[in-house]
Structures are given as structure tokens and as C-alpha cells.
């Protein structure tokens, strides 16, 4: 496993030629990423799909806070057969910092496939109620330092005319609840965000995946009740492969919750209003 190593090579550096070559890549379906840029690489999500990749020989630069457990991120992947292994610690509400991470991952990986946001916290809902301090340090883990990840990935995978951009997302944007209605907001503004990235970017050949999945049993989720609803990391991580290999725009996971939030959707306000969700 490496610690990144220092840029060497800017986007706009990139000969024109490899961008027009890449054009000719097929875009019905996506092969395997092999090269991975995973940004919340401790995520419990995101450590299950990255399980998936490592057998198959993919590189990965990984990208979290917290350096103890990224190390053992790392080393686990190495050990299941990652080809190489780059790690970078960092908070990612700081997103001034962002634009030299993100060109140090290009730097070390060469050419990125397929990036990863799956970074986020649920966040406290009663204290965000009381002091809006609470609620925008949920929007800037949850919205804004994504939004400014993914815009810059966008505009990189645009420029090299493949890629996908995979951000985690929550059925919890489908609609509004007392209970988590602070986090809620910051992944329905997601959602909107990347359906206007997918409409700007899909035709220069870049997917843009929004995945919602609903309760799955995560580190996360651990001060809730486990009941039938609840999925694992691993089905979660194999519904997300298996949409970037068919190029889908959203993904419910599982498949049910689609159905779920459609009839939640359909719910009259005068009705929604007064349950207590
Ligand atoms: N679990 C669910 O039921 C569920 C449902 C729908 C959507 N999601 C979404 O799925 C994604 C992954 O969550 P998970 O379920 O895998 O939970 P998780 O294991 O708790 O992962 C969340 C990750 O986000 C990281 N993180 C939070 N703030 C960060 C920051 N400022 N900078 C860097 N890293 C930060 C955490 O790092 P630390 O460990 O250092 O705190 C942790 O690794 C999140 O976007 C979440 O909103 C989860």
C-alpha cells in the first residue's frame, strides 16, 4: 500500500488524441472499474463494494478521515488482491481542498474509471431543529462538500470522455419527514444536483449513478432496531456494481424501496402532515 504520491500532471495536460480514442469506447455497458477513487472510503457501503473490486485486480486511491481504520481499509483490499493501493487522509467538509486531492488521485492512478462518493452522517435531527449550526454542518457534510467533489469529477470525466461518477444518496430525499428531515434536504438537493450533472454530462459518455438505498445495517444505523427492511452492506455493494456495469442513472436498494417512496410520494399532504414518520 502507497501513500499518494505528489501531482505531476494536470487535466488540461492530457494530449487530445486519448480523449477523442476514448470516444470510441462502448457506452450500452460499462466493463468493471480497475481504476477507483472511492471519496468516504471507511464507509461500511463503500468497504463492502470496494471487496467486490479488489479480486478482480483494480488500484484504489481511498480517501477518509479517519487514518487508523483507512489503513486497515487499505491493507484488507491489498490483501484480497487490489493491484495497487493509495491512501490519502482527509476531512471532506473542506472543500477548498479538494481540487489537489482529487488531481493527486488522477497523478496516482493515472486515469481514474469510476469514483465513489459515499461519504455522509445522518446527523442530529432534534438539535438541528434548535440551532442552525447543527443543520449546516449536516448540509456540509451531507450536500455541499459532495457537490463540490462531484462537480469537479464531472468536469474530468467529461474531458476524458468516459467514466462513472457513483454517489450515495437516501430515500430519505424522496420526501420530507420530522425525523430526518435536515439530512432528508441535503440528499434531495443531491438528487436534483445529479440529475442536472447526468443531463449535462451523459453525452460526452459520463454515467452519473444516484444511489438511494434505504435502511441498511451500517455503522451508521447502529442506534436503530434491525427489522425486515434492513439490508446488508454486501447486497447494497452488489446492486451498486451491477448498475454501474448496466449504466443506470438511479438505483433503489433493494429494489423494493423504489415502490416504497413511490406510494410515500403519493401520500396527500393534508394526510402526510399529520403522521408521524
Ligand atoms: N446506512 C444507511 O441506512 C444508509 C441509508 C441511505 C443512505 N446511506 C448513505 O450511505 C453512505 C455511506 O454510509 P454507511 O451506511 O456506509 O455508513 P458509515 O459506515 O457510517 O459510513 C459513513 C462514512 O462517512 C464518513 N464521513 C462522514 N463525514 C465525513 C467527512 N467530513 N469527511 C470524511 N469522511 C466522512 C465516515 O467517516 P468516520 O468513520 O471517520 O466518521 C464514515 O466512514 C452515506 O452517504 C449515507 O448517507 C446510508
Redesign the pocket.
Known amino acids: 500500500m502507497r501513500r499518494r504520491r505528489s501531482q505531476t500532471e494536470s487535466l488540461e495536460e492530457r494530449p487530445n488524441e486519448a480523449r477523442a480514442a476514448r470516444t470510441d469506447r462502448p457506452r450500452s455497458k460499462q466493463t468493471m472499474p480497475k481504476t477507483v477513487l472511492v ?9 463492502a463494494w470496494m471487496r467486490l473490486l479488489a479480486p478482480q485486480g483494480a488500484s484504489f486511491f481511498l ?4 487514518a487508523t ?1 483507512l489503513d486497515s481499509v487499505g491493507k484488507d483490499l491489498a490483501t484480497r488482491g487490489a493491484a495497487a493501493v493509495y491512501v490519502e487522509t ?5 472543500t477548498t481542498a479538494h481540487a489537489g486531492l482529487l488531481e493527486r488521485a488522477v497523478d496516482a492512478l493515472g486515469d481514474v474509471d469510476c469514483a465513489l ?6 446527523g442530529d435531527q432534534a438539535a438541528g431543529e434548535r440551532d442552525f449550526a447543527v443543520a449546516a454542518a449536516s448540509l ?3 450536500f455541499l ?2 457537490v463540490s467533489l462531484a462537480t469537479w469529477l464531472a468536469n474530468y470525466f467529461a474531458a476524458q470522455y468516459h467514466g462513472s461518477l457513483v ?6 430525499g424522496d420526501r420530507g419527514r420530522k425525523s430526518n428531515y435536515i ?1 432528508g434536504s441535503a ?1 434531495a438537493g443531491l438528487n436534483a444536483f445529479l440529475d442536472g450533472v447526468r443531463n449535462r454530462v451523459d453525452r460526452e459518455g459520463v454515467q452519473v449513478l444516484t ?12 442506534h ?1 432496531s434491525r427489522g425486515p427492511l ?2 446488508t ?1 454486501d447486497a447494497v455493494a452488489r446492486d451498486i456494481l451491477h448498475a454501474i456495469e448496466h449504466r443506470r442513472d438511479v438505483l433503489y436498494t433493494p429494489w423494493f424501496w423504489r415502490w416504497i417512496m413511490a406510494m410515500v410520494r403519493m401520500i396527500p399532504e393534508w394526510k402526510f402532515k399529520k403522521m408521524d414518520l
Open positions: 471519496l468516504g472510503a471507511t464507509s461500511a457501503i463503500a468497504q480517501v477518509a478521515r479517519n481504520h482527509i476531512d471532506l467538509d473542506e462518493i459515499a461519504h455522509g452522517v445522518l456540509q457534510t451531507n462538500s459532495t454517489v450515495i444518496s437516501s430515500v430519505a439530512y440528499k444511489v438511494r438505498p434505504g435502511f441498511v445495517a451500517t455503522p451508521m444505523t447502529a436503530l434492513f439490508a452492506p
